[in-house]
């Protein structure tokens, strides 16, 4: 279907080549993978030594943070390949597979918390339940702190480089950030004497978990299905395509998202008096143009159409 163009002026892009995404990918998922080893170790040992069920399930929870990141690592690895005869394409759908996977690892991990917490609520004897040490609660807090700052330092490289594998492995940081913060509130409340705190913590944990699980397998998919990207990013297309020399205007224009970038297909006017040659060097300039200013813009096909008018 065709779409009418209401063309605005296009905002600025910095340039991000595919190895430089590959290396800062990396870079934050190693990270990633020893800070979440370092503190399922420590948060393992305080849950045994504290006598603390919610920080031992905490320190579960981090050591799947660290699967989570190497499966990052992979799935970048793969999508930063180039074309090749297998796939003309590019690999990048391979980074939505990665996140797909990482999603399905979030809802687990989260539906798994669910379910402990309501068998402890449906079976448990709240009063023959440990109460945990000083050493759990100052584990819980450190936990917050460096999930959260983990969190905020993943989610800063997703947006810039628009990566979804990425963006999975933050909402996990976050995820494990609002897992310990249950894992305070239980330890609190059990050494002020109400241990069921921390069965219910649990299971509104398991609400922000499930909603961040569902928000990145959706956009996995979409990013895996041909959905057109926003008619903002359409029309900024279309007008910068306007500005270029010999273009009369632009008569249609139909994108696709493949993984992270954006192919084009282009539908330009131009005086109906131009040799094929010159309609040629225009469509090239126009293709050009688009290519070093909309860096997610992978491939793009011109076509150039006689124009019905008559301009000066």
Known sequence: MKKKIEAKRSHSTVHISSSEFEKTAVKVSVVSIVGNAFLSLF?????IFSH??????DAVHSASDVFSSIIVIIGVKISSKDSDKD??????????????????????SGLFIGHNAVEQIASADMQ????????????????????????????FYAKRFDSGALMAD???????????????IGIAGARMGFPILDTIASLVIVIFIVKAACDIFKDAVNKMVDRS??????????HYAAEQDGVLGVDLIHTRLFGNKIYVDLEICAKRELTLEESNEIANRVHDAIEEKFTKVKHIMVRVKPSRKDFD
Do not use: N, Q
């Open 87 to 108: 796939h003309p394409y590019g690999h990048e759908r391979f980074e939505c597979v990665a996140a797909i996977v990482l999603a399905v690892i979030l809802l687990v």
């Open 229 to 238: 990207c926003s008619e903002e990013t359409e029309r900024e297309i279309a």
């Open 128 to 155: 023959t339940i440990a109460i945990p040490g000083i050493l759990a609660l100052f584990a819980a807090v450190v936990s917050i702190i460096l999930k959260e700052a983990m969190y905020w330092y993943t989610r």
């Open 43 to 47: 948060k393992m040992f305080a849950g």
């Open 170 to 184: 933050a909402w996990h940081h976050r995820s494990d950030s609002l897992s310990s913060i249950g894992a305070l």
């Open 52 to 57: 603390s069920g919610a920080m031992v399930s």
